[in-house]
Structures are given as C-alpha cells and as structure tokens.
C-alpha cells in the first residue's frame, strides 16, 4: 500500500501557526517541540515525519519574519503606485494581526524580552520593526515622487504610520472589544489623506 502523500506547504504552515499557539500559552523563546507536534495533530502512527517538512518548528520570531517578509515583498512590486501598494500594506497588516491573536501577544512578549537580561538569545525584534519602517518609508517617498503625496514625505511620517497601526493592535490585545480589523480604513484616511499633496 503506498504511503499517504502529505501537502509539505499546508503541513508547514499548520506547524508554524502551532508554533505561534504554543508559545502565546507557554514558553515564548522555546516552545517545547511535542507540544507542537500535538497542537498540530501530527499522525506519527501513520508514519508520517513529525512536521511534515524535515525539521523542528520555526520560532515565532521565524513565523513573524515569514508573515512580513511577504508582505513587504509583496509591498515593493512596482506594477502600481506607491500610495496603492501602502493602502494594501496597511489593510494586510491589519488584517493578519486580527486574525492571529496569538500572534501578537508573542509579539508583545518578544518585545518584553528583549528589555529582559535575563532571556538570552531572544530575537531581535527592533530588526523587524525597522525593516517594516524602512518599506513604508520607501513608499511614502515613492508616493511623494509620483506627486500623490506632499513633498518631503520620509522617514518620521512613516514612524508615526507604523506607530498608529501597533498602538491599534495593543490596545485591541488590551480591549478586545476594539473593532480591530475594522480600523484600517480610519486609518488610511486620517494619515494617507493628511499627507496628500493638494496639488495633486
């Protein structure tokens, strides 16, 4: 009987969002790896490997890279403008942080142990903030050049567009009664329309 064939991509990211779960429940800087394997519901009794793509979980840190790298990748095609490509940026982001809440508590966490000496070889999240930053800030110049935004616009516009989105996200974490994902549009409406060039 030939052995059951597994989908390696829906296996890994089955596993990276146990990861995630696990560690928002326990241990953030090592989850323990049968503790993901169960969350994922690895059927080890039908011989399949135990994460389905040859190796232990990723940490969360990993999946969060994952998740933004993507994005941002996905943020620098330059088939459309600069403002279109920040608009999608900004509802994207929003979006997957409303719907992984786990995901953000680890970020908060991960955020907290950096400032922790004693949690060694915790990652360094202020690399990924900053990445994140360096995009929109890419953006917003872009947009500026293309004449959709005032000129000038750079580095401490995105700070604060960045900084809006986060602070959006903790006080969800703190207040789940906060309509999160429904704040995107708001968003993208008191920033991007104030930084509009009027000469546009």
Do not use: K, N
């Not at 990652?123 to 110049?141: G, I, K, Q, S």
Request: glycine share 6%; charged share 30%; with cysteine.
């Amino acid at each position: 009987m030939a052995p059951e064939r597994v989908d390696q991509a829906a296996r890994r990211a089955e596993v990276l969002s146990s990861t995630i779960r696990v560690s928002a429940r326990a241990d953030l800087a090592a989850p323990r790896v049968q503790d993901v394997t169960a969350e994922a519901d690895a059927a080890e009794d039908r011989g399949l490997p135990p994460f389905g793509f040859g190796g232990p979980p990723a940490t969360p840190a990993g999946r969060v890279a994952e998740h933004m790298t993507a994005l941002l990748r996905h943020a620098r095609q330059p088939q459309r403008r600069a403002v279109d490509r920040l608009t999608e940026l900004l509802r994207s982001t929003v979006a997957l942080m409303a719907q992984q809440p786990d995901l953000d508590r680890v970020l908060v966490d991960l955020w907290a142990a950096e400032r922790t000496p004693a949690l060694a070889g915790t990652p360094d999240m202020a690399a990924v903030y900053r990445d994140h930053r360096a995009v929109v800030t890419e953006l917003l110049r872009e947009g500026a050049r293309e004449g959709d935004l005032r000129p000038g616009t750079g580095p401490a516009e995105a700070a604060v567009l960045v900084g809006a989105v986060e602070g959006c996200l903790v006080r969800w974490l703190i207040d789940p009664s906060v309509p999160c994902e429904e704040l995107s549009e708001p968003m993208i409406e008191v920033y991007l329309s104030g930084l509009r060039d009027d000469r546009a």
